[in-house]
């Protein structure tokens, strides 16, 4: 697996473009909010020849969908969420006026697919495996690929910390729960992509974290 991170809009969201050697790609997380931002990504697909099969999102806030409507169309891709998280994606519009007091409309994709958890998402030779953790919102997920040895983890799990809970739909038990039952039983040697700040590994987050200790 080959990644590429990007890093977009105002709040400083990763989003990550993966391929497998024969340059099948999924885009995780899409929030490309500026114009620069959104040609970035395209550049980078049409320059190295990728063929974008997937647009996977972790979870539905406005800050991880802000590009997917333009990706969506102009790669002929649905976005594909967990089935848990449908009004939190439905609300990513209201979301972004209430949280950044910004009065600005984004549309979101009209081709959607749903998956659930523990199903396996094929991206060419790549499988990821769905890693349900609800808590920072109701249909949260990560992306594991057992193969690569590494996870996306959404705002599920960062480094050193964990997503925050106090935004609707949100569950702290819920999370840290989840957290410590199916992603930190991961080999230790699995990186963690989170969706801000750096990557840290599960044997960090197992002795570190102090959230899940």
Same mark, same amino acid.
């Given at each position: 697996m080959?990644?590429e991170?990007?890093?977009?809009?105002?709040?400083?969201?990763?989003?990550?473009?993966?391929w497998d050697?024969?340059?099948?790609?999924?885009?995780?997380?899409?929030?490309a909010?500026?114009?620069?931002e959104?040609?970035?990504?395209t550049?980078?697909?049409? /320059?190295?020849? $990728?063929?974008?099969?997937?647009?996977? =999102? @972790?979870?539905?806030h406005?800050?991880?969908?802000?590009?997917?409507a333009?990706?969506?169309?102009?790669y002929?891709?649905?976005i594909?969420?967990?089935?848990?998280?449908?009004?939190?994606?439905? =609300?990513?519009?209201?979301?972004?006026?209430?949280?950044?007091?910004?009065?600005? #409309?984004?549309?979101?994709p009209?081709?959607?697919?749903?998956? /659930?958890?523990? #199903? +396996?998402l &094929?991206?060419?030779?790549?499988? $990821?495996?769905v890693?349900? @953790?609800?808590? &920072?919102?109701?249909?949260g997920?990560?992306?594991?690929?057992?193969?690569?040895?590494?996870?996306?983890?959404?705002?599920? $799990?960062?480094?050193?910390?964990?997503?925050?809970? #106090?935004?609707?739909?949100?569950?702290?038990?819920?999370l840290? +729960?989840?957290?410590?039952?199916?992603?930190? @039983?991961?080999p230790?040697?699995?990186?963690?992509?989170?969706g801000?700040g750096?990557?840290t590994?599960?044997?960090?987050?197992? @002795?570190?974290?102090?959230?899940?200790?």
């Amino acid at each position: 697996m080959q990644i590429e991170r990007f890093v977009f809009n105002m709040v400083g969201e990763n989003c990550y473009l993966i391929w497998d050697d024969n340059k099948n790609a999924a885009l995780i997380d899409c929030g490309a909010f500026y114009e620069e931002e959104k040609s970035a990504v395209t550049s980078f697909i049409d /320059k190295h020849q $990728l063929n974008l099969v997937r647009l996977l =999102n @972790t979870h539905g806030h406005f800050d991880h969908v802000f590009g997917a409507a333009y990706i969506s169309e102009k790669y002929n891709v649905p976005i594909e969420l967990c089935e848990d998280e449908r009004e939190t994606f439905e =609300n990513a519009v209201n979301q972004m006026q209430q949280f950044l007091h910004l009065n600005v #409309d984004f549309k979101l994709p009209s081709a959607r697919k749903y998956f /659930k958890d523990g #199903d +396996s998402l &094929h991206v060419g030779n790549i499988t $990821l495996k769905v890693i349900e @953790t609800p808590g &920072h919102t109701p249909g949260g997920v990560n992306f594991y690929s057992k193969a690569d040895g590494v996870l996306f983890s959404g705002d599920n $799990l960062f480094r050193r910390e964990i997503g925050r809970c #106090d935004l609707p739909g949100g569950n702290e038990r819920s999370l840290i +729960s989840t957290l410590r039952s199916k992603v930190l @039983t991961l080999p230790g040697e699995v990186v963690v992509y989170p969706g801000h700040g750096p990557a840290t590994t599960i044997s960090e987050e197992q @002795t570190s974290n102090i959230y899940l200790r």
